[in-house]
């Protein structure tokens, strides 16, 4: 697998004009979605751990009961790649509608 | 339902016997995790999610590839209850023997 090419400021800001809910925070890109209950929040979850597992990128998250608060970066490189715009995008489409991002 | 009933500090100390690997902090209880990789660690937080939903007591939880972090506590109660040290018995049984807790 060819690693993947760090992203320059202008790239990532222009992958956040589609990613509106999302922040980069500490060269991280960053988003806290809500959900009705825990059931919808870990069921985003199991969808968003299949798309990861199968690109071999995985988010660094945490659930406190209708909360999934997501942190994306890629440790191969050190900061943002393209894989980690993608995976946002996997997640945002794989959330419903109600969330903020 | 009826509420849980907070449990003295040598009710919480007698619990952990049996729960070598989490501690006390914050008036919390928590344990870290260490699995192979990712598809062993998410498959531990589905069984967790499902017999933790069963019981409607949830875990405060991260993930960070083969790493899953946890934090029990009552919200109701404001502190430690049965339901926690029954969900970190639950989690334990859960987990897969290389883990620490």
Known sequence: ???????SEREIE???VSLPGWSVQGGKLHCEYKFADFVEAFG?????ALLA????HH???????NRVSVTLTTHDANGLTMNDIELAR???????GETPC
């Open 1 to 7: 697998m060819i690693p993947a090419k760090n992203l």
């Open 14 to 16: 222009d992958a956040l």
């Open 44 to 48: 985003f979850m199991t969808q968003v």
């Open 53 to 56: 597992e199968k690109r071999n």
């Open 59 to 65: 988010p660094e998250w945490s659930n406190v009961y």
């Open 90 to 96: 996997l997640m945002d489409r794989a959330s419903i």
